[in-house]
Nanobody, 119 residues
């Protein structure tokens, strides 16, 4: 019923930039919060940044000042602008949204997009 589709990953050199996008579609009544997470093989998925429907943001300490999360609530889309990328930012990035289809909110995930920072 609800699908999240990500785009924008790829290979970039250290110091470069990438912009990730994630659009939700389906029977959506409302979205409470949108976010980005990342995961390295063999490691736990970690929160990168979140944004509420009211525009409040939260960032992982290591990306503060380099990454910016934003959203287009009318389009049910969330973005992650990543600047000054470092090799340690390499991971699969997943978008997540807390979406209400009927009565309750439920967390939905995108399929993941690979970000590789390497020279």
């Amino acid at each position: 019923q609800v699908q999240l589709v990500e785009s924008g990953g790829g290979l970039v050199q250290p110091g470069g930039s990438l912009r990730l996008s994630c659009a939700a579609s389906g029977s959506i009544r409302s979205i409470a919060e949108m976010g980005w997470y990342r995961q390295d093989p063999g490691k736990q998925r970690e929160l990168v940044a979140t944004i509420t429907s009211g525009g409040s943001t939260n960032y992982k300490d290591s990306v503060k000042g380099r990454f910016t999360i934003s959203s287009d609530n009318a389009e049910n889309t969330v973005y992650l602008q990543m600047n000054s990328l470092k090799s340690e930012d390499t991971a699969v990035y997943y978008c997540s949204m807390d979406i209400r289809v009927n009565t309750y909110y439920r967390q939905y995930w995108g399929q993941g997009t690979q970000v590789t920072v390497s020279s």
